[in-house]
């Protein structure tokens, strides 16, 4: 997929797919050139090399074929193969034209569901790769929502923080909101709260243009003050709900300062 967009990345991250021996094969890279060794997943067969500058993710392939595999994947743009020996791309769900069109299309629905973060993961890409969301494909991540009980509160913090610190996650972490997804472990957000994360980017900004010494400012530096606009208002409230939610004691505490000082920031006349 990076290829057929032109994007480059300094840090390599490459997925191999093989008919069997996936562990085996990736432990005997990793001690034919001394690097690190992890096996991600063993009942699927997936082991990761660890090089200084980029990682390999090798694993079986799922069913009888390439295809049967490509099949199970998310979005069709992430089930594209390149057959290594043949040199050829293989791409069974019209991935490349998706690429082109600059759309987020899912491979099925059963895909989406049988791993719920796949509905957050589209949200992600699309914010990424400045994608839009498929109407189908839309519909059908609004009938899942509920589904995102099932997932591990640390996978979606880490879906969610791609957003956070993104320059147009705000855009996105609106279209979730009012697509049904964040209400669901985040029952104090409203419409409200959703729009000061463009108020925050505004005058993050008016920072950057005002101040020369703010020119560093990205989005990863107001992170927190977006992850607050989720929250109770209370700062105990507030620490209790991010604790429930796994959030780290540095997120917490950024988070609920920021709580208590706003009222009284309101108040102030600058």
Request: hydrophobic share 35%.
């Amino acid at each position: 997929r990076d290829v057929l967009l032109g994007r480059k990345r300094e840090y390599i991250d490459l997925d191999f797919v093989l008919p069997h021996s996936a562990i085996k094969t990736a432990r005997y890279i990793a001690n034919l050139y001394h690097a690190g060794f992890v096996v991600l997943d063993s009942k699927r067969h997936i082991a990761r090399i660890v090089f200084p500058h980029g990682t390999i993710d090798i694993a079986n392939q799922e069913g009888n074929s390439i295809i049967q595999d490509l099949g199970r994947r998310d979005y069709t743009i992430n089930a594209i193969a390149f057959h290594c020996q043949q040199q050829e791309i293989i791409d069974p769900f019209q991935g490349q034209e998706d690429i082109n069109k600059g759309i987020m299309r899912m491979v099925s629905p059963k895909n989406l569901e049988d791993d719920p973060l796949r509905l957050l993961r589209g949200y992600r890409l699309a914010c990424q790769l400045n994608f839009i969301l498929d109407s189908a494909t839309g519909a059908t991540i609004k009938e899942l929502a509920l589904s995102l009980n099932k997932v591990a509160m640390e996978r979606i913090n880490t879906e969610l923080g791609y957003l956070f610190t993104h320059e147009n996650g705000s855009y996105w972490l609106r279209q979730i909101f009012e697509d049904g997804l964040l209400s669901i472990r985040h029952p104090h957000i409203s419409h409200g709260k959703i729009n000061y994360l463009t108020s925050i980017d505004n005058s993050a900004r008016w920072f950057q243009k005002k101040w020369q010494k703010f020119d560093y400012l990205t989005p990863k530096d107001y992170y927190s003050a977006k992850l607050a606009c989720f929250t109770h208002d209370n700062p105990i409230n507030a620490e209790r709900e991010l604790i429930k939610l796994k959030y780290s004691r540095q997120d917490i505490k950024t988070v609920t300062t920021i709580l208590k000082y706003t009222p009284t920031l309101l108040t102030k006349d600058f």
